[in-house]
């Protein structure tokens, strides 16, 4: 019984230390499994279609100097091109719907779709478009025109492909993307918000862009049968 118990608490004591290491230990961990598995092999060239119920196209606002408030769109479209042999002659563009705007307030999410943020009855889309993908040191960057409140501007970042899987019997194919950028919102005209008396902003004037994509590849259409068999 003794031993039993030992057993249980070294389980356990393990258990912890394996959890303690934490998030990023833990993917580590799966990708290399996966890897050893053959289920991420190298990418597959193709046009990936943004799986919205796995995608997240969302930003960051500083309030009163204090903490960044989350809010994301819920309603988007966009495809990545991409050339295996060529990453620099990829391309990817999205679309997000503006109206869908959501910050979890209600009230807040109607201000946003007002003249004072995103006038969306005026400006119903606010898109990317890449013009140029190329790789400077360990990093590969992305340059496009970004379009918000019907002001375009070229923006360049970073991005990580964080991997690809086969083709099963949903798609041809997945890859994930990921990416995080900075723009200044009044360089889009969204000039809104003042400064309290200690001179700090209401809201920043930076805004932060996360976005974390996974894109299915269609599967490939069965070549039809000749005629008379």
């Known amino acids: 019984m003794k031993r039993t118990i030992l057993f249980l608490v070294f389980a356990l004591a393990a258990g912890y230390l394996y959890l303690g290491t934490g998030v990023d230990a833990f993917e580590l961990t799966l ?30 606002v500083k309030h009163m100097g204090l903490v960044e408030v989350p809010g994301y769109f819920r309603d988007f479209t966009g495809a990545v091109t991409y050339d295996a042999k060529d990453p620099s002659k990829s391309t990817v563009e999205f679309t997000a719907k503006a109206t ?6 209600a009230p807040r999410d109607n201000h946003l779709r007002s003249a004072d943020f995103f006038e969306v009855e005026k400006f119903p889309d606010l898109s990317f478009k890449s013009t140029k993908v190329e790789k400077k040191g360990a990093s590969w960057i992305v340059t496009g025109d970004f379009t918000l409140k019907g002001v375009t501007k070229s923006m360049s970042f970073p991005f990580n492909i964080s991997g690809f899987l086969p083709a099963d019997q949903r798609s041809g194919g997945k890859m994930g993307i990921t990416a995080e950028t900075s723009f200044n919102r009044r360089d ?19 805004v932060k862009v996360v976005l974390q994509i996974e894109a299915n590849r269609p599967k490939p259409t069965p070549a039809a049968a000749p005629a008379g068999e």
């Open 188 to 206: 889009y005209g969204v000039n809104y918000g003042s400064n309290m008396p200690n001179g700090t902003p209401v809201l920043s004037d930076d």
């Open 31 to 60: 990708n290399e499994r996966f890897a050893a598995q053959g289920a991420l092999p190298a990418g597959e060239s193709g046009t990936y279609n943004f799986d919205k119920a796995h995608s997240f196209i969302g930003f960051k």
């Open 100 to 105: 869908s705007v959501d910050t979890g307030v």
